[in-house]
């Protein structure tokens, strides 16, 4: 399984970005489903989730602002960010978890200026 991280980039502090991430293979079903994001020099943290195919938890910095979903026709998960501010700013990680067995994507850098 492969993952397909994109939709990074640089925006001004208030604005909206969209990260995609597209799987080889169909395997969203029930698995969990979530976005990471490592800033520098800080520990890789759980930005948002779709557990089990259904409920979606956030942390609590993004929550009202970011938002998971995935498009099981086309084998991509989202991330919609609004309101974006320069402490989101972080390489912004795909993953499923299905099992015991982990799949990331290669990461996109996304930058917030002030």
């Known amino acids: 399984v492969q993952l397909q991280a994109s939709g990074g980039g640089l925006v001004q502090a208030g604005g909206s970005l969209r990260l995609s991430c597209t799987a080889s293979g169909t395997i969203f079903g029930t698995n969990d489903i979530a976005w990471y994001r490592q800033a520098p020099e800080k520990q890789r943290e759980l930005v948002a989730v779709?557990?089990?195919?259904?409920?979606?938890h956030y942390a609590d910095s993004v929550k009202g602002r970011f938002t998971i979903s995935r498009d099981y026709a086309k084998n991509t998960m989202y991330l919609q960010m609004n309101s974006l501010k320069p402490e989101d700013t972080a390489v912004y990680y795909c993953a499923i978890h299905k099992g015991l067995s982990d799949y990331w994507g290669q990461g996109t850098q996304v930058t917030v200026s002030s």
């Open positions: 779709i557990i089990s195919g259904s409920s979606t």
